[in-house]
């Protein structure tokens, strides 16, 4: 599965402003982070903000700052946002004629497609970063010699 650029960098910001609920960060914050461009940034922080799931903080020192529910908020919800994750078979018209072929490749796209959403629908944003704090101790366990 490829995401869009919007996908992905939306999961990025919102799992980052989850992963502290008192922290605002600016759209500088999050792009420098993760090198990324602001200016594409800067478009998915407002569709969020529109959305509802982050919220806008004005004035000195605003930024942005998670607003929705870790526990209840999915990948799914948020790549949704910004892409329909329906795959489409390049072919001209390939439903026209009724070819049994395209027509079964058809139908493992569908299937494949209703299994991504299906896992993406289980997975919160409280689960992903729960899953990337474990990944982050691991790294680090990996990098510190053993005494001995």
């Not at 420098?32 to 940034?41: D, G, M």
């Not at 018209?93 to 796209?109: F, R």
């Given at each position: 599965?490829?995401?869009?650029?919007?996908s992905l960098f939306a999961l990025i910001s919102v799992l980052e402003l989850a992963s502290d609920a008192e922290r605002q960060l600016s759209t500088t914050d999050i792009a420098k982070k993760y090198c990324i461009s602001t200016h594409h940034l800067a478009k998915v922080m407002r569709n969020l903000v529109h959305e509802g799931v982050i919220q806008a903080i004005?004035?000195?020192?605003?930024?942005?700052?998670?607003?929705?529910?870790i526990n209840?908020?999915?990948?799914l919800d948020i790549i949704q946002l910004f892409e329909t994750m329906e795959s489409e078979l390049d072919l001209p018209h390939w439903g026209e004629d009724g070819n049994p072929i395209v027509a079964e490749l058809q139908s493992v796209t569908n299937e494949i497609d209703n299994l991504t959403k299906a896992v993406l629908d289980t997975i919160t944003l409280a689960t992903a970063?729960?899953?990337?704090?474990?990944?982050?101790?691991?790294l680090t366990n990996r990098k510190q010699p053993e005494a001995g």
């Amino acid at each position: 599965m490829k995401l869009n650029k919007a996908s992905l960098f939306a999961l990025i910001s919102v799992l980052e402003l989850a992963s502290d609920a008192e922290r605002q960060l600016s759209t500088t914050d999050i792009a420098k982070k993760y090198c990324i461009s602001t200016h594409h940034l800067a478009k998915v922080m407002r569709n969020l903000v529109h959305e509802g799931v982050i919220q806008a903080i004005r004035g000195v020192g605003g930024g942005y700052r998670f607003a929705g529910n870790i526990n209840r908020t999915t990948l799914l919800d948020i790549i949704q946002l910004f892409e329909t994750m329906e795959s489409e078979l390049d072919l001209p018209h390939w439903g026209e004629d009724g070819n049994p072929i395209v027509a079964e490749l058809q139908s493992v796209t569908n299937e494949i497609d209703n299994l991504t959403k299906a896992v993406l629908d289980t997975i919160t944003l409280a689960t992903a970063l729960k899953n990337s704090r474990l990944r982050e101790e691991l790294l680090t366990n990996r990098k510190q010699p053993e005494a001995g």
